[in-house]
């Protein structure tokens, strides 16, 4: 059991505790942990009561939904995004059987910098753009 700590992506204030073998436990207020002990390539998102996240391994970036993990390396992680007028689409699929399939709502009014695009604000869309990109890899890569 390995328990790591995680930010969140959109609210500051927010640490998830994870656990590798068990999936996440419990969300913290910021102020009740130490700032050295939150991993610094982690980040998760809660939507609908449901935790999506990604954070760097030996093995390169692995991505979690609840309590599955997958390594974005792996060829058979597929990931897909569609951006709609009112809503956007994330399709996850994990050898060629749909883990996730998810229509949601626009991001509005996040907790964050005031200059970023869409492309970064919304999680699976900075996802699914970063699960192919050699360097994005390396970079989340213990």
């Given amino acids: 059991m390995s328990t790591k700590l995680f930010r969140n992506r959109d609210v500051f204030n927010c640490i998830l505790e994870y656990d590798t073998s068990a ?15 939150i991993a610094k390539h982690g980040t998760y998102i809660k939507l609908d009561g449901k935790y999506y996240g990604i954070y760097a391994t030996a093995n390169g970036p692995c991505f979690f939904f609840q309590d599955d993990e997958f390594l ?32 949601y709502d ?9 200059w970023s695009d869409e492309d970064f604000i919304d999680f699976f869309i900075w996802l699914t753009k970063s699960s192919g990109d050699q360097e994005f890899i390396n970079m989340w890569t213990e």
Avoid: C, M
């Fill in 23 to 37: 999936g996440p436990l419990k969300e913290v207020s910021v102020s009740s942990v130490a700032e050295k002990k």
């Fill in 72 to 103: 974005l390396r792996d060829p058979d992680a597929v990931f897909q995004h569609e951006s709609r007028e009112k809503q956007h689409y994330f399709r996850f699929t994990y050898n060629d059987k749909v883990v996730i399939d998810l229509t």
């Fill in 106 to 114: 626009h991001w509005d009014d996040l907790d964050i910098d005031p």
